[in-house]
């Protein structure tokens, strides 16, 4: 069924058009209401439930939620994107599995299904979706496993063969992927060229506040190199632009809780570098604020939970450098731990190997602070080895680097205990 609305006492009709309003009369909307129910043979009561689940609605009410539903795709009798893949078999069945390996973490499955859906004929009313999906399986997929290769090869390809069909969100994935490898890399050369790539976007499409994000976190990864002749300008940038974001968004609500982690480590890269204890508690004070209920977020916000839980191990890693106290070290140990439920060895390894340096890294620091204990010792070691399987010289040198360095402090502390 269909309800056409006409103007100035025309006549809307058509083979399946059922009832026609005009606009402008008197509408007795009880009347009107009780006319469709029963074109429907359904008691009013009943399809006003039916449309409106647990809501009591006046019949004006009950009349609008009918004429938005006849006006929708759901209102017919078969699915209108059936048709499309009557013919198309394959393709159905590929992005059904697509869709299904990505549910299940299996993101390079996925990748591979969009790849080839890409090839078949006829898909121009899905190929941007389509180009999105294989881009973001794609960055996610490479990433997890420290594939920069793979990486490189997919943006060069999106760029050559699909350029015709990026959008801003998937311009901006582009963006992020880049910023990825760059920051995997020894020097700061591509972290440079990600900042000019990220200006140009601005330029294009404005203070997008994904992109905003993206460049207080390429500030933040600016921040963090040893060898930037200016570290602290860096950071400090960095916690403007999120500083921005919230003022923009309004003191009285919370930054989503991707945009809240990146200017909490940022906070808490400035408390490493200049020992700023504010700084410190108010990184505590913005992880402690996120939800970590994953039933009220969206994807992205999702996403940002094992980040968050592991900058908060960093939280308690760095508090427990001033205090020695093994309170702080189970606390920041419980916290990688509970990253390792979104970042686990078979799905996401490189993440998971940077969680094994870090309570390495907090063992360690308790060891200096004190005093040594052979089996902590023991421990951290073990979870250095684990993190060198996926934290390589080729696949992430400077992550490899500073792996290296937490296993060359602890080795020399054993040894000065043996």
Known sequence: MKIVTATGGSIASGRDVNITIVNGEPLDAQAVLALIAGKLNRDPHELARALAPGASLSADESLSQIMMFAQSSASGSEDPYVSYFS???????????????????????????????????????????????YLVSGYIGFALASDLAGLDALIEDVHTRFDDALERNTEITLTEAHQEIATRQTGAAMLEDNRRLIDRLLVRHGEEPALLNLK?????????????????????????????????????RALPAEYQNNWAISLIRMYELNGDAAALDQAERLLAAIDFNPL???????????????????????????????????????????????????????????LQKNKADARTTYLVRSGFERSQARAAMAELDKALRYRTRERAPYQYQRTVDVRDRLAALMAEND
């Open 87 to 133: 013919d198309r078999d394959h393709l159905k069945r590929l992005l059904g599995e697509a869709r299904v390996a990505f549910e299940r973490r299996s993101y390079l499955q996925a990748h591979h299904n969009y790849r080839e859906a890409l090839t078949k004929d006829d898909i121009a009313p899905l190929r941007t979706r389509l180009v999105s999906d």
């Open 296 to 354: 009220h977020l969206p994807v992205s916000d999702y996403l940002a939970l094992p980040k968050a839980r592991n900058n908060t191990g960093n939280v308690f890693k760095q508090k427990l450098a001033l205090s020695g106290s093994y309170d702080d070290l189970d606390r920041a140990l419980t916290e990688y731990t509970a990253a390792e439920f979104y970042w686990d060895e078979a799905h996401s390894p490189y993440e998971w190997a940077m």
């Open 216 to 252: 207080g976190l390429l500030f933040r990864r600016m921040g963090e190199r040893r060898d930037s002749p200016d570290r602290a300008g860096h950071l400090r940038k960095a916690c403007e632009v999120f500083e921005a974001l919230q003022e923009a968004q309004g003191d009285d």
